[in-house]
């Protein structure tokens, strides 16, 4: 499972379930099995949990300890997931059952299968995880919906997890041995929502150079600050990726590295986007490496190892890996948008750009794109509150039992929100950018920022008189 897998799946695509597969998971399911038929106490099969992990429970209470755990843990609140998020919560989940050490039976892995394949999504509140034993309020919710409890989303329509299990040809299914705990325990709430939002991120990373390229067409900027020369003295990945891929998108410009030949050096809003986007570039590849190893990773507890009869607690579950990285990524991406929003400034004020103030020829009477740079800033300085870390943070719980948590879930949540926020910022760039080069008229383009110059006006008109622009942004947003 890599993160581009992952969007597919969340975008729709089933998760093929072979034979060999659900084979792999019967040694584990046995051995718990024979576990919970014993005497000796083992957490999470015949004991209680958390703080309670020393309360014995007999054998014919088993299936009620992992019913009530599930439906005890969905204590989520909020707005629920989007379909998209849900759908890769529940396909991580399956993913970490797969590998086969965490005692879940073939069939009860399956019933998971069918129901992300049948789009039989369980609603999930997106708060209440602090990512110490996993995400356990969102996966209780998953849970919750393979028993037939609470309300999930079928075709559009939210109904009673019972109805939806019907409408698909399903029937909830029965948790045996350490069942609903394997279904709980994991990383995957924090996993499914920041990889998602990471996938984005690094689209958008992208569309950042794109956007300071038709900038920089507009703006006339100096081709030497992208020479591979300067990257080769400096040798961080990202920077000379984006270095090359400037070059690229200006490649035969009349515009690039011609006008303001006065001009000794530019701005470090223009001179610096390797150095800044290439460091943006770096720490998303990071938290990228981080995250697809977690999906194939095992986060539940305790493990099953049925080659030597093994049942071992740990600590896997602990999400301070993910929520590091996420983190990591929020600062990453905070910067995209930063230095976005000063290359707006330079395209706005006639006394950097030379051309028209706000980009209208009709000053005094229009106001052209002046408040755009306020909406890019407001979201500027609301990404800067996001990009805060989540995971210096913890709060312990459960009798101090849980006495170290990640807040990785917060994390990907506000990892989130910064996408959104960043996809908007660069769509206020890409407007003004098109509209500078009409204003200046040379041409042509680069091959690269004629095809995303054409893209924009495909979408959006020059600007001649004032209008509403928040469709405008809107609009370019979409496309990004």
Not at 21 to 38: C, E, F, H, N, Y
Not at 260 to 286: E, F, K, M, W
Not at 451 to 472: A, C, F, G, M, T
Request: hydrophobic share 45%; aromatic share 4%.
């Amino acid at each position: 499972m890599d993160l581009i897998r992952l969007a597919c799946i969340a975008a729709g695509e089933a998760l093929p379930i072979t034979p060999d597969m659900l084979k792999r998971l019967l040694p584990s399911a046995q051995l718990v099995a024979t576990m919970a038929d014993g005497k000796k106490p083992v957490y999470g099969i015949n004991t209680g949990f958390g703080s309670l992990a020393e309360v014995r429970i007999e054998g014919h209470d088993l299936q009620a300890l992992q019913r009530n755990l599930v439906l005890s843990h969905a204590v989520g609140v909020g707005d629920p997931l989007s379909r998209r998020e849900t759908r890769a919560l529940m396909a991580l989940r399956l993913q970490n059952i797969l590998l086969g050490y965490s005692g879940v039976r073939p069939e009860t892995a399956l019933h998971l299968g069918h129901m992300l394949n049948r789009g039989v999504h369980p609603v999930v509140p997106e708060k209440g995880s602090v990512g110490a034993s996993g995400d356990l309020a969102p996966l209780a919710h998953i849970a919750c919906g393979m028993i037939g409890e609470g309300p999930a989303e079928f075709r559009g329509a939210i109904m009673p997890a019972k109805e939806a299990l019907r409408a698909a040809e399903l029937d909830p299914i029965i948790l045996e041995a350490k069942e609903g705990l394997a279904l709980v325990n994991g990383t995957q709430g924090m996993t499914s929502v920041g990889g998602l939002a990471l996938h984005d991120a690094l689209a958008l990373a992208i569309h950042a150079d794109e956007g300071a390229a038709l900038t920089m067409e507009a703006l006339g900027a100096k081709a030497e600050a992208f020479d591979p020369r300067i990257q080769q003295l400096r040798p961080h990945p990202g920077q000379a990726e984006v270095a090359t891929h400037i070059l690229q998108l200006c490649e035969d410009s009349k515009l690039f590295n011609t006008l303001n030949t006065g001009r000794v050096q530019d701005p470090y809003s223009i001179r610096c986007v390797p150095q800044v986007h290439g460091a943006t570039r770096d720490g998303l590849a990071y938290a990228k490496e981080v995250l697809e190893r977690e999906m194939n990773s095992v986060t539940d507890n305790p493990l099953v190892f049925p080659e030597d009869g093994s049942i071992l607690s740990g600590g896997n579950f602990h999400g301070q890996p993910v929520a590091q990285a996420l983190d990591f990524a929020a600062i990453a991406l905070a910067e995209l948008g930063n230095i976005a929003e000063r290359r707006i400034e330079q395209l706005l004020n006639p006394a950097l750009s030379g051309l028209p103030a706000c980009l209208t020829h009709h000053n005094g009477l229009h106001s052209g794109y002046m408040m755009v740079q306020i909406t890019a800033a407001s979201l500027v300085n609301e990404n800067k509150m996001l990009a805060t870390p989540s995971s210096v943070d913890s709060i312990p719980g459960n009798a101090a039992r849980e006495d170290h948590v990640s807040m990785g879930m917060t994390g990907a949540r506000k990892l989130r929100t910064m996408v959104q926020n960043t996809r908007f910022i660069l769509a206020c760039e890409w407007l003004l950018a098109a509209q500078a080069v009409d204003l200046r008229r040379e041409r042509p383009l680069g091959r690269g920022t004629q095809v995303i110059y054409d893209r924009i006006r495909q979408r959006v008109p020059k600007l001649d008189n004032d209008r509403r622009h928040s469709e405008d942004i809107a609009a370019i947003a979409e496309m990004l």
